[in-house]
């Protein structure tokens, strides 16, 4: 014990003479070689002796996080080449040049995470065979890691998006693809040598989205990968083992810093299949595990859906995570690397629903979760967070909140909050709701997107009639049977809209309840007035639960095997018969048809 004490005064007093000789008057560096502050210094000396965390408690303590999006991964590669200072691209997205008040701004919000997207190619002239990082870019960089350990918060590092040199790795050059590997492995041996020596709170993340069948990429190559998705999944554990075997044997701290693992697309279903493997390690415990969520992406990226919060969101955020908790079966750490309700400034209707309950999911399997935010939420300028209410959710999620109570307490509440959430959003479902989702009824509905993607009324098989654009009225039926029908969508409260990009008959349940039954389009009213579709409709299923009739629906270009008329004849059928283009506007949508049993 007493080596160690001195050992750690040494080390802290060695720290300090290189942090004071390193200082200006206005507390910066007038070096940009000086790597080693405060932060970094005391947390290296506390565990002197090696991590001593898991996987799982290290997510804990990494509570709530945010990126610094739009910021050092903004690209501009060519002007790099051109001869641009490489740490000028920092602004050209949009943000601000980052500052150590910032990010101590971020903290006092509540977050307890940083991570930070690069794209490192802005300082690297690859094609030329040379890469060298830049030193500028590197500092840059350095300087900002630096900027979150003073705060006293965890750190990842990737490389983001790049430009999409990602595509080399699908080549059907193999000496692209081998470029491709050496530029990878050259790019982290040099990452991993300027951070060997930094607090066990700095991870190094494999990838961003882009390590799956982003693999194909022609972004820089020019032309379309030739790998199929079976050997994207290879390709990605190659890279992700590489990356593992190169960060290890570099030494220092890195031999068994905590290493972020890139899932398949960052897509949960797709990182969930059994294709998907992490790679091996010689640390124990200390792999983690890098997923995004954006689901639904009509809310979450778009605004044609603008409120969440029907069972059916609930239960499809809630499977969704739970799919995720077997990685925490297995012992690593499940890092969200980006979630969002993405705004450009004012949140969305529901958007602290969909936070909170995502929050609760979890502190219920405990996975870290990391803010996707372009100065839309913390405002980076003003120090300060632009809406109240989510300041409130973020505020109260910081890791100090919960550290002194026991896990299972902590899982207990959120499993509490969970369930009553969903037992409100069915209560408040019934009311005013025409036809209610039921496994025993059928309901008939118009699935619609309007041309421009702004305004959508329930697209899909699972029919959600809350899963709709504001404003929309709309007026589904339950079928019982044979017989005619009517269902329709008023767009007045919107001021109409313009043509359409997916439409379609829905009827829920129908293959389940009514198989083999067939639809006939008896009439269709645009606007109140007659509208002659251009062809005949068939019915058919995608998912052998709901029986549909394809309005216009584009990615369909021939007549699947398994389409069937009540006459028996597939002549003039299409599932584009209700070509409406974006000058023709939409203010009512009426269709009537006839359901008839085989």
């Not at 602004?91 to 930070?116: H, N, V, Y």
């Not at 996707?372 to 999620?397: H, P, V």
């Not at 017989?483 to 007045?492: A, C």
């Not at 059928?573 to 023709?584: F, G, T």
């Amino acid at each position: 014990m007493k080596n160690k004490l001195c050992r750690l005064a040494a080390f802290l007093c060695t720290a300090a003479l290189v942090l004071c000789t390193g200082c200006t008057e206005n507390g910066g560096t007038e070096n940009a070689d000086v790597q080693t502050t405060t932060a970094a210094v005391t947390e290296a000396a506390e565990q002197e002796e090696g991590n001593s965390l898991t996987s799982l408690e290290v997510i804990r303590l990494m509570g709530n996080g945010t990126n610094l999006g739009n910021t050092l991964e903004a690209y501009n590669h060519k002007g790099y080449v051109g001869g641009s200072d490489p740490t000028t691209f920092e602004t050209s997205w949009g943000q601000p040049r980052t500052t150590a008040e910032m990010i101590q701004g971020m903290k006092d919000a509540g977050f307890d995470t940083l991570r930070i997207p690069v794209a490192w190619t802005n300082g690297i002239n690859f094609e030329s065979g040379d890469y060298t990082i830049d030193e500028r870019l590197m500092s840059r960089v350095e300087e900002v890691v630096n900027f979150a350990l003073d705060a006293d918060m965890y750190v990842i590092i990737n490389d983001h998006w790049d430009g999409g040199w990602w595509g080399m790795f699908g080549s059907a050059d193999m000496e692209v693809r081998e470029k491709g590997m050496e530029l990878y492995k050259s790019m982290w041996t040099q990452i991993g040598e300027r951070f060997k020596d930094y607090s066990y709170k700095l991870i190094f993340e494999s990838a961003n989205e882009e390590l799956g069948d982003r693999l194909n990429d022609k972004d820089i190559t020019g032309s379309k990968g030739i790998l199929t998705q079976d050997e994207c999944y290879e390709k990605a554990y190659e890279i992700n083992s590489e990356f593992v075997k190169l960060i290890r044997s570099i030494g220092g701290k890195n031999a068994d810093r905590f290493l972020l693992i890139a899932g398949y697309n960052t897509d949960i279903m797709m990182t969930c299949d059994e294709r998907f493997k992490m790679p091996e390690d010689t640390a124990k415990d200390k792999l983690l595990l890098s997923v995004h969520y954006y689901t639904p992406w009509d809310y979450c990226g778009t605004d044609a859906i603008n409120h969440w919060g029907s069972p059916d969101d609930y239960n499809e955020q809630n499977g969704l995570l739970e799919m995720l908790s077997k990685y925490s079966k297995q012992g690593y750490g499940v890092v969200i690397g980006e979630y969002a309700v993405l705004t450009n400034g004012t949140a969305k209707p529901d958007t602290d629903k969909f936070y909170n309950n995502f929050l609760d999911n979890c502190d219920l399997y405990d996975f870290c979760p990391v803010l996707w935010d372009c100065s839309s939420l913390y405002k980076r300028q003003n120090l300060k967070m632009s809406d109240e209410t989510l300041a409130g959710i973020f505020d109260s999620r910081r890791f100090a909140n919960e550290k002194d109570t026991p896990a299972e307490e902590v899982k207990s509440a959120a499993k509490e909050r969970i369930d009553q959430a969903y037992k409100a959003s069915e209560d408040e479902m019934m009311a005013g709701i025409d036809v209610l989702p039921s496994d025993d009824k059928a309901a008939a509905w118009i699935m619609f997107q309007s041309a421009d993607w702004s305004v959508a009324y329930s697209v899909g098989d699972g029919y959600d009639p809350t899963n709709m654009t504001m404003g929309i009225k709309a007026q589904n039926v339950e079928v019982t049977g044979e017989g005619t029908y009517t269902v329709s969508l008023d767009f007045t409260e919107l001021n109409g809209v313009y043509g359409t990009a997916f439409a379609a008959l829905g009827i829920y349940n129908g293959e389940l309840l009514y198989p083999d039954y067939t639809v006939t389009i008896d009439n269709v009213l645009l606007n109140g007035a007659p509208y002659e579709l251009t062809g005949k409709g068939y019915t058919t299923s995608d998912d052998d639960k709901c029986t549909r009739v394809n309005l216009y629906n584009q990615w369909v270009s021939s007549v699947p095997e398994e389409a069937r008329t009540t006459d028996g004849d597939l002549t003039d059928c299409s599932a584009q018969i209700m070509p409406l283009n974006d000058k023709v506007k939409i203010n009512t949508l009426s269709i009537t048809f006839t359901y008839h049993a085989p």
